[in-house]
């Protein structure tokens, strides 16, 4: 079945995916927000923090950045740095704790070979090229009505979905790990923990909309693929 190019029937299934994607980015700006303007009762920063997690799980070989950026925060296993943007290496907020300790939580995945964090990083190169031309190249390919071309963007973008779904057992995982490690330390107190968790649960719900909206158009290939193959 052949649709006009300036109609797409299965744009429809994106549309709900991409509200939720849309909420789940004002909710963690809105929560990180409201939680950097509460400050700890230690007086730890984040960076401080991050340190002192490491330290604890006997982590010796990662360093403590500070980068640009808002929420650009972000453990590289293969330089093994933590960078942490100005506000959360700088501030003692709740938010700022919460974060570090969550990026220290990957650090401390990589230290113990954690199996998601390892197959995430090799399907970086994959993602990578699977969200940029794995829909246009399947669409490109529908219009044309050329099977190959729809199945090769299939193909690519279902790596790139599948980097999606292997980064939520990451971050939630690193986000246990985070307030387990705050808790041990004492870097926060009972109630204290309770705002880092809301903002390290914003966090996530981020990631759990960019899995949905990956999925999205994956069906929206797979139903484009199948249209195809009728004619």
Not at 29 to 51: H, I, M, P
Not at 130 to 140: E, H, K, T
Request: charge should be positive; glycine fraction near 8%; proline fraction near 3%.
């Amino acid at each position: 079945m052949f649709f006009p190019f300036f109609y797409d029937p299965t744009f429809l299934i994106l549309i709900p995916a991409l509200l939720i994607a849309t909420y789940a980015q004002f909710k963690v700006k809105r929560t990180f927000s409201e939680f950097s303007d509460k400050y700890s009762k230690s007086g730890l920063n984040g960076a401080e923090v991050a340190q002192r997690i490491m330290e604890d799980n006997g982590i010796r070989d990662v360093s403590v950045k500070q980068i640009s950026g808002k929420l650009s925060d972000h453990y590289d296993p293969k330089e093994k740095v933590l960078n942490l943007s100005q506000k959360v290496y700088q501030s003692n907020s709740l938010a700022s704790i919460g974060v570090a300790a969550h990026e220290a939580g990957h650090a401390i995945q990589d230290a113990k070979n954690y199996t998601p964090l390892g197959i995430r990083a090799r399907l970086v190169p994959v993602a990578s090229i699977g969200s940029s031309f794995g829909l246009p190249m399947a669409i490109v390919g529908f219009f044309l009505q050329t099977q190959f071309l729809i199945g090769l963007g299939f193909i690519m973008f279902a790596g790139a979905f599948l980097f999606h779904l292997v980064t939520l057992p990451v971050e939630f995982n690193a986000s246990n790990r985070a307030i387990q490690q705050i808790r041990a330390g004492g870097y926060l107190s009972e109630q204290e923990i309770q705002g880092a968790k809301k903002v390290l649960r914003a966090a996530a719900f981020t990631y759990v909309a960019a899995t949905l909206v990956a999925l999205a158009n994956l069906l929206r290939i797979f139903i484009l693929f199948g249209m195809g193959s009728d004619d």
